[in-house]
């Protein structure tokens, strides 16, 4: 896949793909489409804070059963490993849609 992003928005998409990356691993089925992601960018600088506000607005049954400090560290922390890890070797671009393996799991 070919990143066709103008250069100021690589990061960004780096960072949004390391969540979806971490939102796969913890077993969320949430995925942030660039929309998504830059509205919560544009809307809210901080990250954790962003988190907080993802959680409270679109998944507030989460919060009943979950710390939302809990919440935040645990996605930030699978986020920073996977930021870390970066593309795959040989891979043209750290993207993957995460959201194509919903049907995938075992037993679906």
């Given at each position: 896949?070919?990143?066709?992003?103008?250069?100021?928005?690589?990061?960004?998409?780096?960072?949004?793909?390391?969540y979806?990356?971490?939102?796969?691993?913890?077993?969320?089925?949430?995925?942030?489409?660039?929309?998504?992601?830059?509205?919560?960018?544009?809307r809210?600088?901080?990250?954790?804070?962003?988190?907080?506000?993802?959680?409270?607005?679109?998944?507030?049954?989460?919060?009943?059963?979950?710390?939302?400090?809990?919440?935040?560290?645990?996605?930030?922390?699978?986020?920073?490993?996977?930021?870390?890890?970066?593309?795959?070797?040989?891979?043209?671009?750290?993207?993957?849609?995460?959201?194509?393996?919903?049907?995938?799991?075992?037993?679906?």
């Amino acid at each position: 896949m070919v990143n066709d992003l103008p250069i100021q928005y690589w990061n960004d998409e780096v960072e949004r793909n390391a969540y979806n990356a971490a939102f796969y691993e913890l077993g969320f089925r949430w995925y942030w489409d660039s929309p998504t992601y830059y509205e919560l960018l544009a809307r809210i600088p901080d990250a954790a804070d962003r988190i907080c506000h993802y959680l409270k607005t679109r998944q507030p049954h989460l919060l009943r059963a979950y710390d939302e400090k809990f919440l935040v560290e645990v996605i930030q922390q699978k986020q920073a490993e996977h930021r870390k890890r970066g593309p795959a070797p040989g891979a043209a671009s750290g993207h993957f849609d995460w959201a194509t393996l919903a049907g995938a799991d075992l037993g679906a």
